[in-house]
């Protein structure tokens, strides 16, 4: 999936995709340490599982590289849900929520336009950015690094 899309044409037409970000928080004495995971509806309607970052920086530290490791694409309910994870492995709560469209999509780059709010409330400004996540040549080949770039806060 490949193309370009100009700033006239950023945030018209936006797909019924959604995104959400959940902040993962796990218990005292886990080995894991509590992180931010971006899950992101795909395209194409054969692949009905989200695909999943896990992030090491909340949102509005994006805008400097951050590190992501790729999991295992998600389930589709994890767009909605709030609460404990089976398996005494944390809880999770929603911090952002929106709108996505794919603009590039290739082994080595990933870029999304994203339409939300801050405040996840419908009176704060409607946020209109660019996240890119490119591929970090490493041992895991499942770390990138990920780049908010907000283009406008109306």
Avoid at 25 to 33: H, I, T, V, W
Wanted: proline share 6%; hydrophobic share 35%; glycine share 6%.
């Amino acid at each position: 999936m490949g193309g370009n899309s100009t700033l006239e044409e950023f945030g018209k037409n936006f797909p019924s995709l959604q995104f959400v970000v959940l902040y993962h928080q796990f218990p005292s004495g886990s080995n894991r340490k509590s992180h931010w995971d971006l899950l992101v509806e795909q395209p194409s309607p054969e692949k009905t599982q989200l695909l999943t970052f896990e992030v090491s920086a909340p949102p509005q530290d994006w805008g400097k590289a951050t590190a992501a490791t790729q999991l295992p694409d998600h389930r589709p309910i994890y767009l909605t849900y709030e609460g404990p994870i089976a398996g005494n492995r944390g809880t999770v709560s929603q911090v952002l929520r929106g709108a996505v469209q794919w603009v590039t999509h290739s082994e080595k780059l990933l870029v999304l336009n994203l339409q939300f709010h801050w405040k996840m409330e419908e009176q704060s400004p409607l946020v209109l950015a660019i996240v890119s996540l490119t591929k970090v040549t490493s041992e895991n080949e499942l770390d990138w690094e990920l780049r908010l770039q907000v283009c406008s806060q109306n």
